[in-house]
């Protein structure tokens, strides 16, 4: 059940919504609904959209939120999907104050949604979008019958997320590729035990392979990376036949090749599987910005309750305690370390701690007392929000001194006792441990190499190695789901035990080998 806002909320939203603006923040008109706590749950598992076809995994997602919320365990105060016009839900059951809170968090979200550089392609009319993929759903299980069809989109949601986590970035083109070669005639990832030195030095202005960003260099095994060559030819001739291969170069964008070459699939099938994608392609920014978006929401509310006084005093008790709810917990916690974050950000900008001058003052007094008065913080914050994703976040303002003022470490699950102990406390490998938990959104990255593997129409996928090997159990699940979709034996190359190796599955077997 839902209801309009009131004639006191309402106002309520125009006074919030007015100190938005006041803030800076620049959002989509934005329509609010206040709903109980069973419809709640029901939007929410439903990843937000009403409109979204039927599923049995939503149900599921239903049972688990209403055990969840019923027993205590978490609240859900708000949902609020990307769109133009936003469109936001409030809880019926939450108190006056935290409805405030709430709408602010909100506003700060489409402001988000609206300027950050990752939401720039997203279909900003999503709701009446996936109303029409589940008229097209219902159409196909019309026609084929509910049974194929469930069965379909079940097998494709388990490999939704094998699309390109950058996909507006150009990777190159051939004749990129033939520029990056050595003396040997191999590509320079791709020359294993060559005598030219590859794998013994490589020189910091190297391009990175597999189309990695820069800011990899750092933290990824460069001669791990090596060892997955994609093609381990030994003769010029060869590397030249690889320009008549399907795909020319490595295909992020695992989905969109099926859709395109696999033989056999059937029309409605090839439909289901291309809204599927689309839907996946529209939740990617949200997994790529949770830290920086849930923080700069968390931030400007906290402003705007605070500092600006939208939280009433007989009010302020009660704000506290939603709050210390909002950004308890470890570090992982992406409203806590999004929100710390850009407090830092502020101050920093606001006292001038940043620049050459301030990094090499050695001083730790001057440092700790530095303020030159530069007041940049909120326009600093603003630039942020515009032009980065999270990766890109902690990379540059999780500095040194953050960790260590906020106590961060890195934890290890210990097999012996069951319990997570404390790994290391230091800057950069705790940096580097967040970023990990990051990259292409916590899955592992796989890509297609080949579409006509050994000449028999075989597909040959490759795993992005950031020096985390593949879960075989979810792998060999994976490759079988795959196979479904290309009636073929299916391979990934990766790393596994340190060694590469293929895996292959055919007809309900998996088979392992070195390469």
């Not at 996909?167 to 320079?188: A, L, W």
């Not at 750092?218 to 795909?247: C, G, H, K, T």
């Not at 939208?310 to 409203?335: C, F, H, Q, S, W």
């Not at 407090?343 to 920093?348: A, L, S």
């Amino acid at each position: 059940m839902y209801w309009h806002l009131t004639p006191n909320m309402q106002k309520m939203k125009e006074e919030i919504e007015e100190a938005a603006k006041g803030c800076g923040l620049d959002f989509y008109p934005t329509a609010f609904y206040v709903l109980d706590l069973e419809t709640m749950n029901e939007i929410c598992a439903n990843t937000g959209f009403p409109t979204r076809y039927s599923h049995w995994r939503f149900g599921m997602e239903y049972e688990k939120m209403k055990k969840e919320t019923g027993y205590g365990f978490s609240r859900l105060f708000e949902l609020v999907i990307n769109n133009d016009p936003g469109v936001a839900y409030l809880l019926h059951d939450n108190s006056i104050t935290q409805q405030r809170m709430v709408m602010a968090h909100v506003f700060a979200h489409v402001d988000f949604f609206k300027n950050n550089a990752c939401f720039k392609h997203t279909d900003r009319s999503m709701v009446y979008t996936m109303e029409g993929h589940r008229k097209v759903i219902e159409k196909y299980i019309d026609e084929v019958g509910f049974s194929e069809v469930e069965h379909f989109i079940d097998n494709c949601l388990s490999i939704e997320y094998l699309i390109d986590e950058f996909p507006y970035i150009k990777r190159g083109n051939s004749e990129e590729k033939k520029k990056d070669k050595c003396g040997c005639g191999k590509s320079s990832h791709g020359c294993k035990g060559c005598k030219h030195g590859h794998d013994e030095k490589r020189s910091s202005s190297e391009k990175l392979p597999f189309g990695l960003p820069e800011y990899m260099r750092d933290f990824v095994d460069l001669d791990a990376l090596s060892n997955i060559d994609r093609r381990n030819d030994d003769d010029e001739e060869e590397e030249e036949d690889d320009e008549d291969r399907i795909p020319r170069k490595p295909e992020r964008d695992v989905l969109k090749f099926l859709i395109e070459h696999a033989d056999g699939m059937p029309s409605w099938q090839r439909d289901i599987l291309s809204i599927l994608r689309e839907e996946s392609y529209y939740f990617l920014p949200q997994r790529q910005t949770k830290i920086m978006n849930e923080g700069w929401a968390t931030f400007w509310h906290d402003h705007m309750m605070t500092e600006m006084g939208l939280a009433e005093p007989n009010g302020l008790i009660d704000y506290a305690k939603t709050m210390a709810g909002v950004i308890g917990g470890g570090g992982r916690n992406p409203y806590k370390l999004g929100f710390l974050l850009y407090q830092d950000i502020k101050e920093r900008w606001d006292k001038g701690r940043h620049g050459k001058e301030y990094e090499e003052e050695q001083d730790a007094l001057k440092k700790m007392n530095w303020d030159t008065k530069e007041g940049n913080g909120f326009k600093k914050m603003f630039e942020v929000r515009e032009s980065m994703n999270d990766i890109e976040f902690i990379r540059e303002f999780m500095t040194d001194e953050f960790i260590q003022q906020s106590r961060f470490f890195k934890a290890k699950l210990d097999h012996n006792d069951n319990w997570y102990k404390i790994a290391s406390r230091k800057p950069q490998e705790i940096r580097n441990w967040f970023i990990e938990q990051l990259v292409n959104g916590g899955q592992p990255a796989i890509e297609v190499i080949d579409g006509n593997f050994e000449n028999s129409k075989e597909l040959l996928l490759g795993h992005v190695y950031y020096g985390q090997e593949l879960d075989n159990t979810y792998r060999d699940k994976t490759l079988a789901r795959i196979y479904k979709i290309w009636r073929r034996p299916v391979h990934i190359a990766t790393i596994a035990d340190g060694q590469p190796v293929i895996a292959s599955y055919d007809k309900g077997e998996i088979k392992v080998t070195k390469w």
